[in-house]
């Protein structure tokens, strides 16, 4: 018997970084998880490492037409849902002057727009008591060069986590988030040049209090909380950054 046995959860951005270790931890605690994610090739491999308590989804963020065939998909598949940990984003690194409208609109579309209504379209699933995560960012908070539109779209969800949060009180729904800090998934790697992300990495690295990148399973370790354990906390967020918003 696991800990999170009969517990069904939806992850959007679950095939890989701290989304896939979250599906994997509930998976391997009993759940049933379903992941989303944009790419085929990385769904299926998540969904192989994940077992035969996943289910994965191809879906776009931040097409509204995916995320109301992904409402339909996790009623099919589970009918409620126990917890919803909305974590599909992406970044872009630009200094101010070389952000265009269309970086602009696919950071907003993606961010902000997409957990927006993925929330919207599945709130009517969750069951009384459910938890929702938001992933938000320690840049909503901190100005960081070559983020500016980035930290907007997370500073967005922040302020949607309490207006969410107080619209579905009622319902018995719970609406926190995460905020991460430096974590290495290694989208650095995939999104910079290699010496780029190098030395991004070391500035990073000097900047935190702590002197380290996070790991995934702090990140895990508090969606889990938030979604399941911290039943008298809605819309907050918690900051997993190793003291980089404190100081």
Request: aromatic fraction near 8%; avoid cysteine.
């Amino acid at each position: 018997m696991g800990s999170y046995d009969g517990r069904k959860v939806v992850i959007t951005g679950g095939s890989s970084g701290f989304g896939f270790e979250t599906a994997k931890f509930l998976a391997d605690g009993g759940a049933r998880v379903l992941i989303t994610g944009r790419t085929q090739a990385t769904l299926d491999a998540a969904r192989q490492r994940l077992g035969e308590r996943a289910v994965a989804v191809r879906s776009d963020a931040a097409s509204l037409a995916d995320i109301g065939a992904l409402a339909d998909r996790v009623k099919a598949e589970f009918g409620t849902v126990d917890a919803l940990f909305v974590n599909a984003g992406i970044t872009h690194f630009a200094p101010f002057e070389a952000v265009t409208e269309e970086i602009y609109d696919e950071l907003f579309a993606i961010n902000t727009k997409g957990p927006y209504f993925t929330v919207q379209k599945l709130a009517p699933l969750l069951s009384a008591g459910s938890g929702v995560v938001l992933t938000t960012s320690v840049a909503n908070v901190k100005a960081i060069p070559m983020i500016s539109a980035y930290s907007a779209t997370k500073a967005a969800l922040r302020s949607m986590t309490r207006s969410l949060a107080g619209e579905l009180l009622p319902r018995g729904i719970r609406v926190n988030a995460v905020s991460p800090g430096p974590i290495d998934t290694g989208i650095l790697d995939r999104s910079l040049p290699k010496e780029v992300a190098a030395e991004t990495k070391a500035q990073m690295i000097a900047n935190s209090p702590m002197g380290r990148f996070g790991e995934s399973s702090e990140i895990v370790r508090a969606v889990v909380f938030l979604a399941f354990d911290a039943t008298y906390t809605t819309g907050t967020e918690l900051a997993v950054d190793g003291g980089g918003s404190q100081f």
